[in-house]
C-alpha cells in the first residue's frame, strides 16, 4: 500500500491510507453535519471535496447521486450498494496517495485543503448512521460459554438451539450513541437479597455495571418484507463495521430478563465508534471463527472458510485518578457465527432489513483471563477482583471510569483500525 | 355528542364526531402521503383543507406548524404534545358538527367538500408514523398465565417479576406494517420432534402461524437519553392509541427464545390498524385494570385507580371459502399494566422514547374460553380444535385465512373505534 502525502500520518494510527473509514462530521464554521473520511488525524470533508471538484469525474458510480455527502447521515451513500462504496473508497485512496495521478484534486490545492482537511479537535463526529433497528447477536462462543457456567452450571452453559442457530434479540436503537457521549449510570429494579423468598426488588442504581466489547455491522442493501436474504448474497448488504460498547446492567438484566430476554439492563444506551470501517477494508483480514461441529441447516452453510476477522481487539478502564489499566486482550476471531449467517438468520422468516440497521456480534471473548469481553466474566461473575495500575480493583464499574474499547488490523503504516469507542460512567440522577 | 353533517355516518361507525383519529392517506389524483382523519366512511384530508382555510385562525396552538399536515407521517403532529392534540381535535370536531358556528370552513364550501372530503374506496390508508422503536409488554395478566401454565405448569405459570414490574421486550419496528398488508407465512428453524435428544431442528414454513390481539400506543412527546419520564407525566407522553396484531410463529418462537427472548417468531410481521385513536378520545372510557395485589415500587404507583380502558376487542377470522367466525370477544381492561406503567418504567434507566415510538400491550385474553387473545390460548396449546362456521376447525393459521381484529367504545351514534386491523395469509416461500 502506497503512503499519503497528508502531514503526520504515524505508523501507528488507525486510520491508514489503507482504511479510509466513513463518518459524519461537523465544525464550528459549518455546522450542518455532513459525511467526510478519516485520514490520520484529519477529517476529510467529503461535502466541501464534492462541492469543489468533480469527484463522479473519478468515481462515474457516483453520477446523480455526489449530493449523499451532504446528507446528516451515511444512510443514503450506504444504500448506493458496496460496488459504489468500492469505488469511493479507491478514488480517495488515489486521491490522498503520495504518488497520486490526480495532485489537481487535493494534493496541490491549498485552497481546498484550508476547507477540507481538518485536524483534530477542528471537528467533532456524530452518529454516522440513521438506524432503524439494532439487534444484538450472542455469536462470542466463549463469552456465551462462560456466561452460561455462571447462571446454569457447565451441563447446561449453552442452550441446545446456540449451535444451530446464530442466537440474537432485538435492541433498542434509540440508545445508540457515538463515542464520547457521557454514560448515565441506569436505575433499575434490582434483588439485593436474590436468596429471599418471596423475591422483594428495590429500585436503586445498577451496582453492577458492565461492559461488552463487541463488533457492530451496519446494513447497506435492504430487503423487501416476506423476502430473506441468502448467505450468498448477504456480504452484498453490508456496509461496514463499527466498535460497538453494550453496556449492560447485571442486577437490572438479571431480575428482569426471564422469560422475554434484556430490556431496561440494555437499553439505556450503547456506545458506537463514529468510523465506519468499509467491508471492502476488512477484506484482506479475514480468518476462520470458531468451529461449529454440529451440522447447519442449509441456509447458514457458507461456501468459504474464512467468514471471521482478525481483529486485535482490547478495552482500557481509566479511572477517575487518571489511572489507565488495558483489562483485555482478544481478538474479533472469536465469533462461532458470522455476520453473513446473521443476516440469512435474521431474514428467514422475512424480516425487512433496512438501509442503517445495526447488528452486534455479541460479546467477544478469549479463552484466557486477560482475554475477556465483560467484567461480569473477568471478575468470574462479580467474585473476584480484576487488579488495576495503582493498586485499585474493579468487579463492576465505578463512576467516573472511562472505558474505551479499541480494534485495529494490518502492519505499522497500512492499519485498518476503529479508533475511539469511549465513554465515561457518570452518577445516577434518581427522579 | 353532537351529530354530524358528513352524510351517511351511520350509528354504528367506529368513527363518529366522539372520535376523529388521525391517519396518513394518499388517492390517485394525489399521490403524496398526508395527514387525514376518519369520520364515518370518509377521509378529511387535512393536507386540502389547510391548504384552502387558514386553520390556526380556529386552533391557534397550531400557527406556525400547519404544515404538520403535509408530512408522510404524523410525527410532527403527534410531536407538538397533548394540548394541540386536543385543540386540533376540538376544532374538527366543531368544523363537522350539524350546528358547527363555522359553516364557512366546510359544511357550506361544497368545492372544498369535493376535494377533502373523499369517499371510502377513493383513498388508500398507509402507516401513520415513523415508527423509531417498537416495544411489546406482557401486560395481559390472563395471558401470561394460562401460557406460563402451559410451558411451565401453574405453579411457575408467572416469574417472580411478573407483579412487580411490567415485563416487555423490544420488538422489530422494520416489520410493522398497516391494516391489509399481506402477511408471508415464515420460515423458520423449529423442532418437529421436541422430545428427541439431541435436539434436531429443521428449516420449513411454521405450521403454529398464530395472532395477538393487543393494544398499541403511539409516544408523542420524547425524553432525553439520561432521564426518565415520572408515572405523572407519562399521560402527556402519549399521542393515541392503536389495534395492533402481533403475529407470533409458536413454532420458531418456541425453539429460539431461550436465553434472550422471542426474535424470528415475531419479527415476520405486526399488523396495525391505519387511524390513531388521540389520548383525549379515549378518556371517557377509562376503567380498572386487572387488580395487582403485589406492593408497588414507587416509580410505578399511580395517583388514579381507572388507568386502563373498557374498549370492546373482537377476533374474526375468515376462511378462504369466505366463512367468518369471531373467535374472541374481550375487553382491553383484562391488563395488569397501564401504559404510563409501561412508560415509566421503560424509562426508568434512561432509554430515550422518541415520537413515533410504538408500545404493545401484550396479548389480551378474558378468563373464558371465547376471550382468549391468541389461538395458542384458544387451542390449548395446539390441543384442541377451535369450531368455525362451516364445520371447518382450526388450531393455527392455515394459508389463506384472513384475521381481522376489532376495538369500539361507546354508545351507538358516539362510537370511538379502530376501524379495521386486518392481515391475511399468504403461502410461505422457501428460496
Ligand atoms: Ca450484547
Ligand atoms: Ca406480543
Ligand atoms: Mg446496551
Ligand atoms: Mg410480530
Ligand atoms: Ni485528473
Given at each position: 500500500?502506497?503512503?499519503?502525502?497528508?502531514?503526520?500520518?504515524?505508523?501507528?494510527?488507525?486510520?491508514?491510507?489503507?482504511?479510509?473509514?466513513?463518518?459524519?462530521?461537523?465544525?464550528?464554521?459549518?455546522?450542518?453535519?455532513?459525511?467526510?473520511?478519516?485520514?490520520?488525524?484529519?477529517?476529510?470533508?467529503?461535502?466541501?471535496?464534492?462541492?469543489?471538484?468533480?469527484?463522479?469525474?473519478?468515481?462515474?458510480?457516483?453520477?446523480?447521486?455526489?449530493?449523499?455527502?451532504?446528507?446528516?447521515?451515511?444512510?443514503?451513500?450506504?444504500?448506493?450498494?458496496?460496488?459504489?462504496?468500492?469505488?469511493?473508497?479507491?478514488?480517495?485512496?488515489?486521491?490522498?496517495?503520495?504518488?497520486?495521478?490526480?495532485?489537481?484534486?487535493?494534493?496541490?490545492?491549498?485552497?481546498?485543503?484550508?476547507?477540507?482537511?481538518?485536524?483534530?479537535?477542528?471537528?467533532?463526529?456524530?452518529?454516522?448512521?440513521?438506524?432503524?433497528?439494532?439487534?444484538?447477536?450472542?455469536?462470542?462462543?466463549?463469552?456465551?460459554?462462560?456466561?452460561?457456567?455462571?447462571?446454569?452450571?457447565?451441563?447446561?452453559?449453552?442452550?441446545?438451539?446456540?449451535?444451530?442457530?446464530?442466537?440474537?434479540?432485538?435492541?433498542?436503537?434509540?440508545?445508540?450513541?457515538?463515542?464520547?457521549?457521557?454514560i448515565r449510570r441506569p436505575v433499575g429494579q434490582i434483588?439485593l437479597?436474590?436468596?429471599?423468598?418471596?423475591?422483594?426488588?428495590s429500585t436503586a442504581p445498577s451496582r453492577r455495571l458492565d461492559?461488552?466489547?463487541?463488533?457492530?455491522?451496519?446494513?447497506?442493501?435492504?430487503?423487501?418484507?416476506?423476502?430473506?436474504?441468502?448467505?450468498?448474497?448477504?456480504?452484498?448488504?453490508?456496509?461496514?463495521?463499527?466498535?460497538?460498547?453494550?453496556w449492560s446492567a447485571r442486577d437490572i438484566q438479571t431480575w428482569e430478563?426471564?422469560?422475554?430476554?434484556?430490556?431496561n439492563g440494555k437499553?439505556f444506551?450503547?456506545?458506537?465508534?463514529?468510523?465506519?470501517?468499509?467491508?471492502?477494508?476488512?477484506?484482506?483480514?479475514?480468518?476462520?471463527?470458531?468451529?461449529?461441529?454440529?451440522?447447519?441447516?442449509?441456509?447458514?452453510?457458507?461456501?468459504?472458510?474464512?467468514?471471521?476477522?482478525?481483529?486485535?481487539?482490547?478495552?482500557?478502564?481509566?479511572?477517575?485518578?487518571?489511572?489507565?489499566?488495558?483489562?483485555?486482550?482478544?481478538?474479533?476471531?472469536?465469533?462461532?457465527?458470522?455476520?453473513?449467517?446473521?443476516?440469512?438468520?435474521?431474514?428467514?422468516?422475512?424480516?425487512?432489513?433496512?438501509?442503517?440497521?445495526?447488528?452486534?456480534?455479541?460479546?467477544?471473548?478469549?479463552?484466557?483471563?486477560?482475554?475477556?469481553?465483560?467484567?461480569?466474566?473477568?471478575?468470574?461473575?462479580?467474585?473476584?477482583?480484576?487488579?488495576?495500575?495503582?493498586?485499585?480493583?474493579?468487579?463492576f464499574l465505578k463512576d467516573?471510569?472511562?472505558?474505551?474499547?479499541?480494534?485495529?488490523?494490518?502492519?505499522?503504516?497500512?492499519?485498518?483500525?476503529?479508533?475511539?469507542?469511549?465513554?465515561?460512567i457518570?452518577s445516577a440522577?434518581?427522579?
Open positions: 500500500m502506497a503512503s499519503t502525502w497528508v502531514p503526520g500520518v504515524t505508523g501507528d494510527s488507525p486510520f491508514s491510507l489503507a482504511n479510509i473509514p466513513f463518518g459524519i462530521i461537523t465544525t464550528q464554521f459549518d455546522p450542518a453535519p455532513r459525511a467526510a473520511i478519516a485520514i490520520g488525524s484529519y477529517a476529510l470533508d467529503l461535502k466541501a471535496l464534492s462541492d469543489s471538484k468533480d469527484l463522479t469525474k473519478l468515481a462515474s458510480s457516483l453520477k446523480g447521486h455526489d449530493s449523499v455527502f451532504s446528507q446528516p447521515t451515511l444512510n443514503a451513500f450506504a444504500a448506493l450498494g458496496r460496488p459504489v462504496h468500492r469505488e469511493v473508497r479507491k478514488v480517495i485512496q488515489e486521491i490522498l496517495s503520495a504518488e497520486t495521478s490526480h495532485p489537481d484534486v487535493l494534493k496541490n490545492d491549498k485552497e481546498l485543503q484550508e476547507k477540507a482537511l481538518i485536524p483534530q479537535g477542528k471537528f467533532k463526529t456524530h452518529l454516522p448512521m440513521s438506524i432503524g433497528d439494532y439487534t444484538d447477536f450472542y455469536a462470542g462462543y466463549h463469552h456465551a460459554y462462560a456466561v452460561g457456567v455462571m447462571f446454569r452450571g457447565p451441563a447446561n452453559a449453552l442452550q441446545p438451539n446456540y449451535t444451530h442457530l446464530p442466537v440474537g434479540y432485538h435492541g433498542r436503537s434509540s440508545s445508540i450513541v457515538v463515542s464520547g457521549t457521557p434483588l437479597d436474590s436468596t429471599a423468598e418471596p423475591k422483594q426488588p461492559i461488552e466489547l463487541e463488533l457492530g455491522c451496519f446494513i447497506a442493501k435492504p430487503n423487501e418484507l416476506g423476502t430473506s436474504i441468502s448467505i450468498e448474497d448477504a456480504e452484498e448488504h453490508i456496509f461496514g463495521y463499527v466498535m460497538l460498547n453494550d430478563y426471564v422469560p422475554l430476554g434484556p430490556f437499553n444506551a450503547s456506545t458506537i465508534s463514529p468510523w465506519v470501517v468499509l467491508a471492502d477494508a476488512l477484506e484482506p483480514f479475514r480468518t476462520k471463527g470458531i468451529e461449529n461441529k454440529t451440522p447447519l441447516q442449509d441456509y447458514l452453510k457458507e461456501s468459504k472458510a474464512d467468514t471471521a476477522f482478525d481483529i486485535e481487539l482490547e478495552i482500557d478502564l481509566t479511572t477517575s485518578e487518571g489511572d489507565t489499566t488495558t483489562i483485555s486482550t482478544t481478538s474479533s476471531k472469536n465469533l462461532m457465527w458470522s455476520f453473513p449467517q446473521m443476516i440469512a438468520h435474521h431474514s428467514l422468516g422475512g424480516c425487512p432489513m433496512r438501509t442503517g440497521d445495526l447488528l452486534g456480534s455479541g460479546t467477544i471473548s478469549g479463552t484466557g483471563a486477560r482475554e475477556r469481553g465483560s467484567l461480569l466474566e473477568m471478575s468470574e461473575g462479580g467474585k473476584k477482583d480484576i487488579m488495576l495500575h495503582g493498586m485499585d480493583v474493579r468487579r467516573g471510569d472511562t472505558v474505551g474499547i479499541r480494534g485495529v488490523c494490518g502492519k505499522p503504516g497500512e492499519r485498518v483500525g476503529f479508533g475511539d469507542c469511549v465513554g465515561r457518570y440522577v434518581q427522579n
